[in-house]
Antibody
């Protein structure tokens, strides 16, 4: 079964750091661009970051640029998002997603909740 | 990276058709044929319904269709069914390796 499973979410204080992970299974992970998309409670979807299949190219939304780092380990079939200098407005469910064609996403994880609060 | 504009809500009776709009600019929706639509049930992950403006992934009913005119894309759901009640989000490539989503539309089946 094609599957993405996120982990690593939790409660963190403002200014703190957290790394969330996304374990892929059932497909050739190393062949796909991967993305992180977040959704604040009761709000819409927001694109966060993307990474090329071989990890050689990354991009970020302006709101997280310089604070978040996307990476991947193709040997472990795992995608990561390192989040530093966290702010209250980063509170959201973080989804990883697989690119289907161009800039669209056919497989999503169940999401992991990140709460930034003192 | 401004969000695309969607109506907050839409509704229709079973069997009817409903169209949800998604308005952007020439830098996103109008500039690329990379508009997608997602269906999301409460507390669930989104599901891809339409990609590249008009294409349907395998398994998506042909009651769902997409189109685009200028800076506005549209999702039409024909023959509304109770299970179509969900939130719908559009997205578009916005250049410079960025993707932008719409604010979402809550579809109610009356």
């Amino acid at each position: 079964e094609v599957q993405l499973v996120e982990s690593g979410g939790g409660l963190v204080q403002p200014g703190g750091s957290l790394r969330v992970s996304c374990a892929a299974s059932g497909f050739s992970f190393s062949n796909y661009w991967m993305y992180w998309v977040r959704q604040a409670p009761g709000k819409g979807l927001v694109w966060v970051s993307r990474i090329k299949s071989d990890g050689s190219s990354t991009s970020y939304a302006d709101s997280v640029k310089g604070r978040f780092t996307i990476s991947r380990d193709n040997a472990k079939n795992t995608l990561y998002l390192q989040m530093n200098s966290l702010r209250a407005e980063d509170t959201a469910v973080y989804y990883c997603a697989r690119e289907y064609g161009d800039n669209d996403f056919d497989i999503w994880g169940q999401g992991t909740m990140v709460t930034v609060s003192s | 990276q401004s969000a695309l504009t969607q109506p907050p809500s839409a509704s229709g009776s079973p069997g009817q058709s409903v169209t949800i709009s998604c308005t952007g600019t020439s830098s996103d929706v109008g500039g690329y044929n990379y508009v997608s639509w997602y269906q999301q049930y409460p507390d669930k992950a989104p599901k891809l319904m339409i990609y590249e403006v008009t294409k349907r992934p395998s398994g998506v009913p042909d009651r769902f269709s997409g189109s685009k005119s200028g800076n506005t894309a549209s999702l039409t759901v024909s023959g509304l069914q109770a299970e179509d009640e969900a939130d719908y989000y559009c997205s578009s490539y916005a250049g410079s390796n960025n993707v932008v989503f719409g604010g979402g539309t809550k579809l109610t089946v009356l």
